[in-house]
């Protein structure tokens, strides 16, 4: 087992920073029974976090702990991650110019150009706005955002873990979706040498980081899922799949219709509003892609709530 490229005291570090700016989110403790399952399980509802997703705590960790030129902060997103650098670009007063694909939901456009950022259109699928703010970075000088290929950012979304931690010390198990792998990464770096096995959730459709812990190393393969938004990175990179071969328990893979499912249950039986990609964890226990032991301890993560309200109602209705 090879040293952590993201160990523990850099995700307390960006814990320090980011308190006040970040919020601590709840959990909701169902016990045993939940969703027709002998395991005791809770949901961690990271979708109550600022801009919808765990994508702000990473965002703060960036613009408090580098220096911002006077271009400012760039990033390319699929939505999420783009939402929580202009929440946190704001917020610090900092000018941010968001790259998202043709694909991304209007909701999620609608709410960069909210919180103050510049949003430009950079291609059809979340691998050609990358490049098109690559681009841009060299050409202006701004600072590039990662959403998941900078240590900066796996530290910031790593306070989830230790969060988690604190609010549940007993846990077994947790789910936690996958798409670029930025959060899965931070969680399982901070488990890591713990008792809690960390467990992927990866659209069947979308399964860069399982391709990449099969392979190992990173690996493209092809994107489409109903949570590509999200979900949908081509290659998790080779920062990832470093932190995530010793430190993940494995992947799991789920169907569209598993997502939706549980898009469907999370409004249904909570009145949460929650896109695909927010949804995927849950899906994998609905569908049995996970399938946990008796009175296993499963912490579920739901991790995004920027949905397309007309969709989430034509699925519900």
Request: proline share 6%.
């Amino acid at each position: 087992m090879t040293e952590n490229p993201v160990p523990r005291p850099m995700i307390e570090a960006a814990a320090q920073r980011i308190a006040g700016h970040a919020r601590i989110t709840p959990v909701m403790r169902l016990g045993k029974g939940a969703f027709g399952s002998d395991a005791d399980i809770s949901l961690k509802l990271e979708c109550l976090q600022h801009a919808g997703s765990f994508k702000t705590r990473g965002a703060f960790n960036n613009l408090l702990s580098l220096d911002i030129p006077a271009a400012g902060v760039a990033a390319a997103s699929g939505g999420n991650h783009g939402a929580a650098v202009a929440y946190a670009g704001r917020a610090r007063g900092v000018k941010a110019t968001i790259f998202v694909p043709e694909i991304s939901p209007p909701p999620k456009i609608q709410a960069i150009r909210r919180f103050g950022a510049e949003v430009v259109i950079g291609g059809a699928q979340y691998d050609d706005a990358q490049a098109a703010c690559d681009r841009f970075v060299a050409e202006t000088g701004a600072l590039k955002i990662h959403p998941f290929a900078a240590k900066e950012t796996i530290a910031g979304q790593g306070t989830l873990g230790r969060e988690w931690q604190g609010q549940e010390p007993d846990l077994d198990t947790v789910l936690v979706a996958v798409g670029g792998g930025g959060l899965i990464s931070g969680i399982a770096a901070w488990f890591a040498g713990t008792k809690v096995k960390v467990v992927g959730v990866e659209p069947a459709g979308s399964r860069a980081l399982q391709a990449a812990l099969e392979a190992g190393g990173p690996v493209q393969v092809e994107v489409a899922s109903v949570a590509a938004d999200s979900l949908g990175a081509r290659n998790v990179g080779p920062l990832v799949h470093a932190v995530c071969k010793d430190t993940v328990d494995h992947v799991v893979l789920v169907p569209d219709e598993a997502i939706t499912d549980a898009q469907v249950t999370l409004w249904r039986d909570f009145r949460l509003a929650v896109e695909p990609g927010g949804a995927a964890a849950l899906g994998a226990l609905l569908c049995g892609a996970y399938r946990p032991k008796p009175d296993e301890r499963l912490g579920v993560l739901v991790c995004g709530a920027n949905v397309d309200l007309g969709k989430l109602a034509a699925l519900a209705g």
